[in-house]
């Protein structure tokens, strides 16, 4: 009986790890981060750097959740309505996997050159 307890709780551990995980990877689907790298560096980098009104922003500005939400709630339209609406929706999802992918808990950390 103890050993088929053991073994339900072990399954049911790897089960919900594996739809944890599975759910980290769903969150950003879609998006080339290399390109997106150098579309923050076009598109978001004007308006974002040590100084400016708007203030610094990088991937590692947010976690990878942080930066999920902020895209997925068009958080950016509520703070700056409109800086959004000629970068095409390939571009921002483009943008978010860069940001997502090199946010401050990723495996590789990173800025787009500021």
């Known amino acids: 009986m103890i050993h088929i307890k053991l073994i339900l709780t072990t399954g049911l551990l790897t089960f919900c790890a594996l739809l944890l995980a599975a759910s980290a990877f769903a969150a950003i689907e879609g998006g080339d981060a290399r390109r997106g790298k150098d579309l923050a560096k076009t598109n978001c980098k004007p308006c974002h750097v040590q100084g400016a ?62």
């Open 53 to 114: 009104e708007a203030g610094t922003m990088t991937p590692l500005s947010r976690t990878q959740r942080q930066w999920d939400r902020f895209y997925k709630k068009r958080r950016h339209d509520k703070i700056a309505p409109g800086a959004w609406d000629e970068i095409a929706d390939q571009d921002l999802q483009d943008i978010l996997q860069f940001m997502y992918d090199h946010a401050a808990d990723s495996d590789q950390p990173a800025t787009c050159g500021q």
